[in-house]
């Protein structure tokens, strides 16, 4: 199957949607589905999934629609999702510890396998509630290789984000999610993904105060 290696942005962050889909179809013993059913469960429309596809090849048929075993077994591979990743916490505050107890793997084959904080918070040294070892950030790099580990989930404060980021590319990390609000500046082989939780609160209210000032 030829894939087109040009995907937009836009059709990358989709691909876990179209997954989790497929997934719950497979789970509902669903066999086949068309594209306007696959739209409506995301919330676009099934112009959009068409061309989202057609940069995979010819995923379905016209009048027979979507192998839902078939095409989740596809986006399975192309998400990586066929072996376990393990991935690594930096920054157990609030958010991070919250982060410590959300079951990734109960729904991906991802799992958080060690958390970093500096020395002197007070989980350096013991397990989370979940098991989870929590150590020092100066023990990251020989953590790693022992974890066999390139993805780091970044909790620390926005004044500390650069720096810490800095110490994961030095140590071998390729992978990013960052919840700090701020733009990291990496080497252009490690990709980053970036969380705002504030951002994304103010566009929900905007949205909301637009739909009020429609009616």
Do not use: W
């Amino acid at each position: 199957m030829t894939i087109d290696k040009t995907i937009p942005n836009a059709t990358a962050r989709r691909l876990s949607l179209y997954y989790r889909i497929f997934k719950r179809l497979n789970a509902e013993s669903i066999d086949k589905v068309n594209s306007k059913q696959i739209a409506d469960a995301i919330g676009i429309d099934s112009a959009t999934v068409r061309r989202d596809f057609s940069y995979f090849g010819e995923l379905g048929r016209r009048g027979f629609g979507y192998d839902v075993k078939k095409l989740m077994t596809f986006f399975a591979d192309i998400l990586n999702d066929n072996s376990t990743t393990n991935v690594v916490l930096v920054g157990v505050g609030n958010l991070g510890k919250a982060l410590l107890h959300y079951r990734f793997h109960e729904r991906n084959k991802m799992q958080i396998v060690a958390a970093f904080d500096t020395g002197n918070h007070d989980m350096i040294g013991q397990n989370s509630p979940d098991g989870i070892p929590v150590y020092d950030i100066c023990q990251i790099k020989d953590q790693l290789a022992k974890l066999k580990s390139h993805t780091a989930i970044l909790t620390v404060p926005s004044v500390k984000a650069q720096e810490v980021a800095d110490i994961l590319v030095a140590a071998g990390i390729k992978g990013i999610l960052s919840f700090s609000p701020i733009h990291l500046n990496l080497p252009n082989d490690v990709v980053v993904q970036y969380v705002d939780l504030t951002s994304e609160l103010q566009t929900l209210l905007y949205f909301m105060n637009q739909d009020h000032y429609d009616k």
